[in-house]
């Protein structure tokens, strides 16, 4: 028996409704059944794989190689599963299909429709992840806000399966706003009020209301949402302002969320289980050290552009006990002279040099790299940062003057990052980038091998240009430990510098940040923060 659950937002985007998803989703799986999550993003590109970080939030990269949104990455983080690309559902994809299926001669002369050619098409997509996840429940997290445009066919096609599926087999969870009014403190209900009418009149009625309020509904608030929202007012919860998103699934099972769902879904109750979720949380809020890491990066104004490497900073934090004291440094200011390194850097206990494409920022990013090399403070350099710490050691170790990454400077003396022979005639048909897991052999005693404690690892990238292999041997000699290569190809995935030369350099092609979990940190991020959280004592 397959069950649906159809999350959808009201009043506002950005409430938490990928939260809500992710702990709805948490209490079924802490009850012992099996849940998988997807995420429909209204928008018309085909994948995420091609909007701006600073607009969009982060890329969040599955391990088929899916460039997908970041409400993925809490459903991995939250219930510790995998997904695909799959589970990202967008307008670009279905209209895509539904015009090639036309084209094919598929729909046999007849006139092809929103309903129900494009409604068909979204109900077969979702049942087809339900099926090859082998879920009990699969919950469906409909993006944007009740009212848009673009969400009306994804509306009509979840309301659809409502019949086709049965009433005990599919649930509506309304998330929506509740502000809270300045001069009065008031806890204001109408804009909930109006989004669940705005559900109804297309024919949604939720089944429950889950409001995104700062603090705790007020009884009278409670009432007023039950009473408009035509729920009882069981049916009505809070998702309010906790320390850590993780907490979120246990205050919403205080208020008996969890119970809810499976009696209206008919499930057979069980104990939960969330003690060593709990525990973590707990751990979380009680770890007080702080450890101070410099985030260098150039879309460090919306901070879900990294939300991945700060969730995985903050896993192994919460393994050490401390916490993370997060310092923002545009990259871009270095670079201009607006910041000196020396001013953001002496006082840190650890930098993070953030992923990143193009440009700008560059020259700051490599400077802040060459100070964290001669001053042993203890550094990760992820993807870009990886590459950029190869740039920084073949100009000043090397004395490659204007070494370069092809990326920046297609004109470099010294191209010491490039694109690989074999992918220059792809460059022609745009499929060029380096997505999801590939296997990765380290070298025995090197740190990526300790940290990993593995010889073969997989983790997941994404990415264009490689260490040039015709530098290899010469950054070797200057004493670049290669901690890690591609097992297919050899490309450079690992660097690492001596640990009697510098406590923590280590810097990697792959993003290990997105297979990071509470309680599982990823090994190059925990190895790092054990390192920061040692300096300075
Ligand atoms: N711009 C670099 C490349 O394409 C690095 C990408 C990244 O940091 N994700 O290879």
New binding site residues.
Partial sequence: MKKFIFITGGVLSSVGKGIVTASAAKLLQARGYNVTAIKIDPYLNVDAGTMNPYMHGEVFVTEDGGETDLDLGHYERFLDITLTKKHNITTGQIYQSVIEKERRGEYLGKCVQIIPHITDEIKRRIREVAELSQADVTLVEIGGTVGDIEGLPFLEAVRQMRIEEGFDNTMFIHVALVPILEVTGEQKTKPVQHSVQELRRIGIQPDAIVARCRTPLEPEAKYKIALYGNVPEDAVFTSYNVETIYEVPLILEKQGFGKYIIHRLKLQERQPDLSEWAEFVRRVKTSTRKVKIAMIGKYTKLKDSYISIIEALRHAATELNVRVDFEWVEATYIEEGKIKVENVLSNVNGALI?????IRGVEGKIRAIQYLRENKIPMLG??????LAVVEYARNVLGLKGAH?T?VDPHTPHPV?ALLEEQKHVTKFGGT??LGAYAIVLRKGTMAYKLYNSKIIYER??????VNPQYISMLEEHGLIISGVSKVGGRVEFIELNTSEHPFYLAT?A?PEFKSRPMKPSPPYLGFMKAASERLR
Avoid: D
Avoid at 354 to 358: E, T
Avoid at 461 to 466: A, G, I, L, M, T
């Fill in positions: 953030l992923p990143g494409f193009g992820i993807c870009f940062g990886m590459q990454t990326e990052i980038m380096r990238h994404r990415h264009r240009y490689e092609q993003h």
